[in-house]
């Protein structure tokens, strides 16, 4: 059975996120000068995260199960937020932090990470299965347009789904924009060609030929 647009997509963004993590992972990451590649994979995963909650959820509250699954999610995303957080507050030298050891703290991050990428896998299969493909592909393009104004910093203790949710997710939106200008701190302004356009994803949304296709 061919893999739907959804289906595709996450596994991309899947893709995506380990491949920003994979630097972070040195222990030297911590330095100042390398700290930017844990910034990039820090603000991907929470945006990714944040968009999901807002986009994905809600479809996935119709299964038969949805409630059952969207509380498995959540939780997940809440604690996965929470070690995100760790990690970054250890990179920076926070005091509260400092204790934890470098390769547990990635241990926990990468095992939580499995985890969303299974629960999505599974979600986006089971939401495919359900909407015909025209909403389908309308369902993609609205999780990957919300993942470029979603916040770029996991706030764990906050709302995650429904409308309140929605809306907290805007207004950290634009405090971690107040935050990430203040620090400094390297943070993407787009980390994937918009769908609408050549990017690889567009491709698989669309079905149009690559450009080395074309020639």
């Known amino acids: 059975m061919t893999a739907s647009t959804l289906e595709m997509a996450l596994t991309y963004e899947h893709a995506r996120i380990r491949e920003l993590a994979e630097p972070a992972h040195h222990p030297d990451a911590a330095h100042p000068e390398r700290r930017h590649q844990t910034d990039w994979f820090y603000a991907i995963a929470a945006q990714h995260l944040a968009a999901a909650e807002d986009v994905l959820l809600p479809h996935v509250r119709r299964l038969p199960d949805g409630d059952d699954l969207v509380t498995k999610y959540v939780d ?65 393009e609205q999780l990957l347009e919300a993942e470029e104004i979603a916040p770029t910093r996991a706030h764990p203790v906050s709302p995650h789904t429904g409308m309140a949710g929605r809306w907290v997710h805007r207004m950290w939106r634009m405090a971690d924009n107040a935050w990430d200008s203040a620090e400094g701190r390297v943070v993407p302004i787009r980390y994937h060609a918009h769908p609408k356009r050549d990017s690889a994803l567009s491709h698989y949304l669309y079905g149009t030929p690559m450009e080395d296709d074309q020639k």
């Open 76 to 140: 997940n995303a809440k604690d996965l937020e929470r070690s995100l957080r760790f990690l970054k507050g250890r990179q920076y030298g926070d005091s509260r932090f400092l204790h934890l050891h470098h390769d547990e703290l990635w241990q926990q991050i990468d095992r939580l990470l499995m985890r969303h990428e299974t629960m999505e896998t599974e979600y986006s299969r089971r939401i495919s299965e359900q909407l015909d493909g025209s909403d389908v592909n309308t369902l993609t």
